[in-house]
T-cell receptor, first 115, second 111 residues
Framework: KAGVTQTPRYLIKTRGQQVTLSCSPI?????VSWYQQTPGQGLQFLFE???????NKGNFPGRFSGRQFSNSRSEMNVSTLELGDSALYLC??????????????FGPGTRLLVL | GENVEQHPSTLSVQEGDSAVIKCTYS??????FPWYKQELGKRPQLIID?????GEKKDQRIAVTLNKTAKHFSLHITETQPEDSAVYFC??????????FGAGTQVVVTP
């Protein structure tokens, strides 16, 4: 099976702009989670989507939002970009077919630089 | 809180020696404890995971132990090799797709 893919891989934006990142999960996986990775804060959970519904959300401001489509592909949007939003944004997919915690497989990430 | 504390932050070992990384978690609802390896410029790769109904799991040179009473789990790498050099992250997970990560351990294996 093909792995998790993310587009674009690199992005440069200026403060105040908005950005949309895309994630295609492994075929058959229904859950997509998003994480922000920075040198200072490490890997931080943003949100998780399952069957087009946001099931869990991390401690990020409302400028960070996401959605999931019927084919399980997911997008995340960041509005009114700030310098501190510069980071590697990772998505991870999991099958979500058991009650216990699921293995998550990461995509290559989108590196966002805000100038 | 839902923090995961990971120690040490850096670990230097001689090739062939063992490496141990320890994590402590606080969320009693956590039932899943994966370990990821991330090489520079690459995505985190799952190397081993353990669920709350198991105390120990081994895969070749890698093993993980879980003590639910004490709320800590550890990664053990035996016979380390230069290609084991990377940043290792522990995490705690629940049933809702959320992983809380430790701060990471930079492992350097010197030949």
């Amino acid at each position: 099976k093909a792995g998790v893919t993310q587009t674009p891989r690199y992005l440069i934006k200026t403060r105040g702009q908005q950005v949309t990142l895309s994630c295609s999960p492994i075929s058959g996986h229904r859950s997509v989670s998003w994480y922000q990775q920075t040198p200072g804060q490490g890997l931080q959970f943003l949100f998780e989507y399952f069957s087009e519904t946001q099931r869990n959300k991390g401690n990020f401001p409302g400028r960070f939002s996401g959605r999931q489509f019927s084919n399980s592909r997911s997008e995340m949007n960041v509005s009114t970009l700030e310098l501190g939003d510069s980071a590697l944004y990772l998505c991870a997919s999991s099958p979500r077919d058991r009650g216990l915690g699921e293995t998550q497989y990461f995509g290559p990430g989108t590196r966002l630089l805000v100038l | 809180g839902e923090n995961v504390e990971q120690h040490p932050s850096t670990l230097s070992v001689q090739e062939g020696d063992s490496a141990v990384i320890k994590c402590t978690y606080s969320d009693s609802a956590s039932n899943y404890f994966p370990w990821y390896k991330q090489e520079l410029g690459k995505r985190p790769q799952l190397i081993i995971d353990i669920r709350s109904n198991v105390g120990e799991k081994k895969d070749q040179r890698i093993a993980v132990t879980l003590n639910k009473t004490a709320k800590h789990f550890s990664l053990h790498i035996t016979e380390t090799q230069p290609e084991d050099s990377a940043v290792y992250f522990c995490a705690q997970g629940d049933s809702w797709g959320k992983l809380q990560f430790g701060a990471g351990t930079q492992v350097v294996v010197t030949p």
